[in-house]
T-cell receptor, first 112, second 111 residues
Framework: NAGVTQTPKFQVLKTGQSMTLQCAQDMNHEYMSWYRQDPGMGLRLIHYSVGAGITDQGEVPNGYNVSRSTTEDFPLRLLSAAPSQTSVYFC???????????FGEGSWLTVV | GENVEQHPSTLSVQEGDSAVIKCTYSDSASNYFPWYKQELGKRPQLIIDIRSNVGEKKDQRIAVTLNKTAKHFSLHITETQPEDSAVYFCAATRGNNRLAFGKGNQVVVIP
């Protein structure tokens, strides 16, 4: 049981490049979400999903896409990277409403 | 949407003393309130949570209280130890586990 696994852990992108942050969980959790964490800002919700085939926007969705084709995977795509997307990205999952939310180890992204 | 505020931003306590962090939230429909501890370079780790149908919850040295009327909830750490030094985040959600986080409190336990 690996929990929530994120890859890559570190990434440097050039402005305008695209990439996908991978997130997988092996706990059969229905709820998955992506957050970004910037210094002094706490964590902010980008996108979330309440089950396979269902996604919705969070607080800061612009510049990001998600899909949920399986229960296990919830990739986050950066369409055209900008320096403002330099941040630490956390994927999270939980079994049901108001249940413990588990976070992945984070992905450090720098856009130059 | 939900707005969560934390006070104070930094808290220094002597080892063995108690630490209290207070959060306020704006959405009266919020029904789940977790607290996370985050060490430098690490992921947030859940330390305690409370649901809206409960006023208080305790787990060893950690307790959380919820006042729905005033829309605030507080984290209490008793008998603080150096390993309690970290950033603590409160959060709230009204549904679908969409967490709104506060900006975090740096707790420093002085040996």
């Amino acid at each position: 049981n690996a929990g929530v696994t994120q890859t890559p852990k570190f990434q440097v992108l050039k402005t305008g490049q695209s990439m996908t942050l991978q997130c997988a969980q092996d706990m059969n959790h229905e709820y998955m979400s992506w957050y970004r964490q910037d210094p002094g800002m706490g964590l902010r919700l980008i996108h979330y999903s309440v089950g396979a085939g269902i996604t919705d926007q969070g607080e800061v969705p612009n510049g990001y896409n998600v899909s949920r084709s399986t229960t296990e995977d919830f990739p986050l795509r950066l369409l055209s990277a900008a320096p403002s997307q330099t941040s630490v990205y956390f994927c999270a999952s939980s079994r049901r409403e108001r249940d413990t939310i588990y976070f992945g180890e984070g992905s450090w992204l720098t856009v130059v | 949407g939900e707005n969560v505020e934390q006070h104070p931003s930094t808290l220094s306590v002597q080892e063995g003393d108690s630490a209290v962090i207070k959060c306020t939230y704006s959405d009266s429909a919020s029904n789940y309130f977790p607290w996370y501890k985050q060490e430098l370079g690490k992921r947030p780790q859940l330390i305690i949570d409370i649901r809206s149908n409960v006023g208080e919850k305790k787990d060893q040295r950690i307790a959380v209280t919820l006042n729905k009327t005033a829309k605030h909830f507080s984290l209490h750490i008793t008998e603080t130890q150096p390993e309690d030094s970290a950033v603590y985040f409160c959060a709230a959600t009204r549904g679908n586990n969409r967490l709104a986080f506060g900006k975090g409190n740096q707790v420093v336990v002085i040996p």
